[in-house]
């Protein structure tokens, strides 16, 4: 059996052995396990973790956006990881703006929105550390959705690029060349660029891509090239992060998987996606009306859920939270004659739901197991009164 060389560095008899000066360095702030004769990674710094059961360790994994599947042991390093890069990030940041930048996947329906948390993860006294966290909600400053050939479209301000490199021709889906990278590419570089430029975020979300869709076995072209223009775009977010460095080197590009997403409002917080209270497995139109209905709720003032998310001052994103909302609620198709045919306040304009409740939900369900994995930092096991 072959050891690793930091679990013969904490054993205190190799260390007496081999490196008697060095003992006490070592020992200090370790805090062993109990009827454990090699200390894991998770009982260093979170020796409550390894006193809960699997069934345990799985939901504290749904609260805060973890793989929830594999042995106790895996689940152990998984939570102790995830936890000691959390409390490493938030503490460099700590008092800084969060700029979300939370995008769902597509070529024809890319959305995208951004949140702005002006005091992420503050105590509720600065001079006890261990006072009450305050969560509060996000502000929405930005909800769009649109085709990723018409970036240029918006009217989003670029400092470092020219307006011309913002109309990109792709072709269209029902086109038998339609799989072309070489087209894909120029259009990921300007649909980046232009995002950065307008909303210069610290975190950038961005959807996970599966290959298969609705539990099929084949693979459909569309998922490849999906997938594909997600490569492209982490590809050249980190192409310019390590050429261009200052503050592009220090954003945050995580992938968000949409099935954690559904997990924890279902499972975890059995809110909108599973109101009847049953285990049945739900079907790929009933999760997305779940996720629709959950974001109308929260955007809808007369909701007694509670506003996850404040809607900012801009015009754009005021009309089409309220053309949302009309037609989530189903009502007809108007616009008001003061109203700009552009201003995306129309219903009939809006076009469909789901992926602006996607992109929104997915930003919104990051955040919270942002604070899921802060109360944990913070208090240990007593957060898990909260999940």
């Known amino acids: 059996m072959r050891l690793s060389t930091t679990r013969l560095l904490i054993n205190p008899q190799f260390r007496a052995r081999?490196?008697?000066?060095?003992?006490?360095?070592?020992?200090?702030?370790?805090q062993k396990a109990p009827g454990s004769e090699f200390e894991t990674e998770s009982s260093i710094t979170f020796p409550w973790l390894s006193k809960l059961k699997s069934t345990e360790l799985k939901h504290i994994a749904r609260a805060t956006g973890i793989q929830s599947s594999g042995s106790k042991s895996v689940l152990l390093e998984r939570i102790e990881n995830t936890l000691q890069n959390h409390a490493g990030q938030t503490h460099s940041r700590r008092g800084q703006p969060w700029r979300i930048l939370s995008i769902d996947m597509g070529i024809q329906n890319l959305a995208f929105t951004h949140l702005v948390l002006p005091c992420p993860l503050?105590?509720?006294?600065?001079?006890?550390?261990?006072?009450?966290?305050?969560?509060?909600?996000?502000?929405?400053?930005?909800?769009?959705?649109?085709?990723?050939?018409?970036?240029?479209?918006?009217?989003?301000?670029?400092?470092?690029?020219?307006?011309?490199?913002?109309?990109?021709?792709?072709?269209?889906?029902?086109?038998?060349?339609?799989?072309?990278?070489?087209?894909?590419?120029?259009?990921?570089?300007t649909l980046?660029?232009?995002?950065?430029?307008?909303?210069?975020?610290?975190?950038?979300?961005?959807?996970?891509?599966?290959?298969?869709?609705?539990?099929?076995?084949?693979?459909?072209?569309?998922?490849?090239?999906?997938?594909?223009?997600?490569?492209?775009?982490?590809?050249?977010?980190?192409?310019?992060?390590?050429?261009?460095g200052g503050d592009l080197s220090s954003i945050?590009?995580?992938?968000?998987?949409?099935?954690?997403?559904?997990?924890?409002?279902?499972?975890?917080?059995?809110?909108?996606?599973?109101?009847?209270?049953?285990?049945?497995?739900?079907?790929?139109?009933?999760v997305k009306k779940g996720k629709i209905d959950?974001?109308?709720?929260?955007?809808?003032?007369?909701?007694?859920?509670?506003?996850?998310?404040?809607?900012?001052?801009?015009?754009?994103?005021?009309?089409?939270?309220?053309?949302?909302?009309?037609?989530?609620?189903?009502?007809?198709?108007?616009?008001?004659?003061?109203e700009p045919a552009g201003s995306g306040a129309s219903v009939e304009r809006i076009g469909?739901?789901?992926d602006l409740a996607d992109c929104l939900l997915q930003g919104v369900t990051w955040l919270e197991w942002q604070v899921m994995r802060e109360r944990l930092v913070r208090d240990g096991i007593k957060a898990l009164e909260s999940v």
Not at 18 to 30: E, N, V
Not at 202 to 213: A, G, P, V, Y
Not at 311 to 327: P, S, T
């Open 18 to 30: 081999y490196f008697p000066t060095c003992s006490s360095k070592f020992s200090t702030g370790i």
């Open 122 to 189: 503050s105590n509720a006294s600065k001079s006890n550390p261990s006072s009450d966290l305050i969560v509060r909600a996000p502000e929405m400053r930005a909800w769009r959705r649109l085709a990723v050939s018409d970036i240029g479209s918006l009217g989003l301000s670029t400092e470092s690029e020219p307006a011309s490199s913002s109309t990109v021709i792709l072709p269209k889906e029902t086109s038998s060349d339609a799989f072309r990278p070489d087209l894909y590419a120029p259009t990921a570089y």
């Open 192 to 244: 980046i660029t232009t995002l950065l430029s307008a909303y210069n975020p610290t975190h950038i979300l961005i959807e996970r891509q599966r290959f298969r869709s609705g539990g099929g076995s084949a693979v459909q072209e569309w998922t490849l090239r999906v997938g594909v223009f997600e490569g492209m775009l982490y590809a050249i977010l980190h192409a310019l992060r390590m050429e261009r």
């Open 252 to 286: 945050l590009v995580e992938g968000v998987e949409p099935k954690r997403v559904v997990g924890y409002w279902g499972e975890t917080k059995g809110e909108g996606l599973d109101t009847d209270g049953t285990k049945k497995k739900l079907s790929a139109r009933e």
């Open 294 to 338: 959950l974001v109308g709720r929260w955007l809808d003032p007369a909701s007694d859920l509670g506003s996850k998310v404040l809607v900012g001052e801009d015009e754009v994103v005021r009309g089409l939270v309220d053309a949302y909302l009309r037609k989530w609620k189903g009502e007809k198709a108007t616009r008001s004659k003061k």
């Open 352 to 354: 469909k739901l789901d």
